[in-house]
């Protein structure tokens, strides 16, 4: 399970977060999901699978992304906030998490 150190590292810079080059590549993938789909080409897939995924994994992996990306969209849409249980007791924890609306 990944602490909130690591989580907040990954948040910095995932890069240079002490992840394993799958999990750097996977989020390489997911980010450019996020900022242009339309961009990936099949030098992304092949980095992928040079780490070790499958085409099924790497399916999940841009079901997932998209997914989340879909969700915040739609959570925005709609003015939705978080659950109050869900955040962190630390202020300057939740501020470094945040994106988006605060």
Do not use: C, H
Not at 35 to 54: H, K, M, P, W, Y
Not at 81 to 88: A, K
Request: a negative charge.
């Amino acid at each position: 399970m990944i602490g909130r150190d690591q989580a907040l590292a990954v948040r910095r810079d995932y890069r240079d977060a002490g992840l394993t080059e799958q999990q750097v590549e996977m989020l390489a993938y997911a980010e450019q999901i996020t900022r242009d789909a339309s961009q990936i080409t099949e030098a992304n897939i092949e980095r992928l699978r040079a780490v070790g995924f499958t085409d099924l994994n790497i399916a999940d992996i841009a079901l997932a992304a998209s997914f989340r990306n879909f969700m915040s969209r739609y959570f925005d849409a709609i003015g939705a906030t978080v659950e109050t249980d869900f955040l962190d007791d630390d202020p300057a924890i939740r501020a470094e998490l945040a994106v988006g609306r605060k």
